[in-house]
Nanobody, 116 residues
């Protein structure tokens, strides 16, 4: 059974940093592309960042470029997202996802709240 478990969310002030982690089990992690998504109240889920299976290619939403960094450690079956210079508009539930073609597996989400 595949499980993705996120951690690291919390309540911070604008300008602060957070690092989210997502530990995967039940799959050959190094074969999967990984992504971080977020969903704010009343909004659709959006892709924040993605990283290829080997970690060599990353992509970011325009809204987070230069502030967020996605990375992965295949020896630990873990994907991270480092979030710097957080803004109130970054407030959302953050989800990690794994996929070969499309996104097949999802975590349960972790709440990030940024106060002004």
């Amino acid at each position: 059974q595949v499980q993705l478990v996120e951690s690291g969310g919390g309540l911070v002030q604008a300008g602060d940093s957070l690092r989210l982690s997502c530990v995967a089990s039940g799959l050959t992690f190094s074969r999967y592309g990984m992504g971080w998504f977020r969903q704010a109240p009343g909004k659709e889920r959006e892709l924040v960042a993605r990283i290829t299976s080997g970690g060599g290619v990353t992509q970011y939403a325009e809204s987070v470029k230069g502030r967020f960094t996605i990375s992965r450690d295949n020896s630990k079956n873990t994907v991270y997202i480092q979030m710097n210079s957080l803004k109130p508009e970054d407030t959302a539930v953050y989800y990690c996802a794994a996929g070969l073609l499309g996104w097949q597996y999802w975590g349960q989400g972790t709440q990030v709240s940024v106060s002004s």
